[in-house]
């Protein structure tokens, strides 16, 4: 089955630094990819979704890069602030099920 | 945005009794899922639901789960008997269509003891 790995773990910035967290899937027919932010008690929050005919997306203060001939997906928040903090998850499904295959998270800390 | 609701927040009970978790889907979606989270572990797929069916399951989705929707109610996840490794936060899923976005619920912390 599918395999998805994140990293790193764990991310300390600056605040203003920027951070950047990849994934790596195997399915090569992988077809949606998404970006979910999770607060410490929190539910998951949807960042961003990505589709194999998208390439970079860009939201709020960050852009998510998708390469599908390397399968990568990679997050990059630019310019961090403290209300970054959070454990970051990419999730990787197919679309005949909707099984989300989710990376390890990531946990960001973005220090003042 | 969308939102899913879960009920209850928490809920602590001891081994071999049965639990209903109860999820109270977006209106208008379809595909239904559960996902179970460890503390500090990754989020993994229980089983995904659609049409009155259950579509996939994963080897996490032990014989004493079970999941069903009866008439657009609640879309409710059972497990009977209770053991102690299903202690977790189950999350419940919605998405309009299978493999589009999913909203999340926040969560039911189950504790078993």
């Known amino acids: 089955g599918e395999q998805v790995e994140q990293r790193p773990p764990h991310l300390s910035v600056r605040e203003g630094d920027s951070a950047v967290i990849t994934c790596t899937y195997t399915d090569p027919n992988s077809y949606y990819f998404f970006w979910y932010k999770q607060e410490p008690g929190a539910s998951l929050q949807l960042l961003m979704k990505?589709?194999?005919?998208?390439e970079i997306n860009e939201g709020q203060g960050f852009t998510v890069l998708l390469n599908k001939k390397d399968k990568r997906l990679s997050l990059n928040l630019t310019a961090a602030h403290p209300g970054d903090s959070a454990a970051y998850f990419c999730?990787?499904?197919?679309?005949?099920?909707?099984?989300?295959?989710f990376g390890d998270g990531t946990v960001l800390t973005v220090k003042p | 945005g969308p939102k899913v609701l879960q009920i209850p927040s928490h809920q602590i009970i001891d081994m071999g009794q049965m639990v209903t978790l109860n999820c109270d889907p977006v209106?208008?979606?379809?595909?239904f899922y559960w996902y179970k989270q460890i503390l500090g572990q990754q989020m993994e797929f229980l089983v995904n639901?659609?049409?009155?069916?259950?579509?996939?399951k994963s080897k996490l989705f032990k014989d004493q789960f079970s999941v069903e929707r009866p008439d657009g109610s609640y879309f409710t996840l059972k497990i009977q008997p209770t053991a102690l490794e299903d202690s977790a936060v189950y999350f419940c899923?919605?998405?309009?269509?299978?493999?589009?976005?999913?909203?999340f619920g926040p969560g039911t912390r189950l504790t078993v003891l």
């Open positions: 899923a919605s998405s309009s269509r299978g493999g589009e976005e999913q909203y």
């Open positions: 209106s208008n979606h379809l595909y």
């Open positions: 990505v589709f194999s005919s998208t």
């Open positions: 639901f659609y049409n009155g069916k259950v579509m996939e």
């Open positions: 999730a990787v499904s197919r679309t005949n099920t909707g099984k989300l295959t």
